[in-house]
């Protein structure tokens, strides 16, 4: 069995009476997470404004290949960063044409952050959302997929794993098949299954697709 106890001493031993069974509000940190902290600060003292070659000419690339190569996708380039969903889901709806709503399959177990964006955006007119059931969870998969099917949609957003019920979104490969417009985007929210997951679903047409 993989014993990683070690490589988290520093967080256990700030509590050492805490059982930590949270599965989503917050996870321990490993000791490597304390002393990349500790570097970022020493890079930003030791260059100051010269930190930001250091970060995207070598960090952000090297930590670009690293997640390709996870997710088996052929270009690191495609992998962005942002600090939250927030932005992640504005640099999205931006490529869509104003004068009419954004029309976005997805479903009512999204996590706060998407969900609070778009419900915003549909008071003032600028999103239409179709939120299909995340439950019964066995039949979701099925349902989604119909519901994909119909087309009309400008966005198809939906998590791998609802973090409402842990349940999965079914097959992605089905789900982007049946999408019938390839203009359409495909979002999968892959938050909870990252590194729980098999990451070749991800190579599925990755024009359409962003995980």
């Known amino acids: 069995m993989l014993d990683l106890r070690a490589d988290f001493s520093r967080f256990r031993a700030a509590n050492p009476k805490r059982i930590n069974l949270a599965a989503h509000s917050h996870h321990e940190w490993p000791n490597v997470s304390f002393e990349a902290q500790t570097r970022c600060w020493e890079d930003a003292a030791r260059l100051a404004g010269n930190k930001w070659d250091v970060v995207f000419g070598k960090l952000v690339p090297t930590l670009q290949a690293a997640i390709a190569t996870i997710l088996h996708l052929p270009e690191p380039l495609t992998i962005a960063f942002a600090p939250n969903t927030h932005e992640f889901v504005r640099r999205i ?39 299909v059931p995340a439950e019964p969870a066995a039949t979701f998969p099925t349902r989604f997929q119909e519901a994909a099917r119909q087309g009309g949609y400008d966005l198809v957003f939906v998590s791998q794993v609802s973090f409402t019920s842990s349940a999965t979104c079914g097959d992605i490969e089905a789900l982007v098949a049946a999408v019938p417009n390839a203009e359409t985007f495909i979002v999968i929210d892959g938050y909870r299954a990252s590194g729980a997951w098999r990451p070749q679903h991800c190579r599925t047409r990755p024009k359409r697709i962003a995980c």
């Open 93 to 131: 709806l931006s490529c869509f044409p104003g004068g009419r709503p954004v029309r976005i399959l997805t479903t009512d177990a999204e996590f706060h952050s998407f969900r609070r964006q778009v419900e915003r955006l549909e008071e003032d007119g600028m999103a239409l959302c179709m939120p």
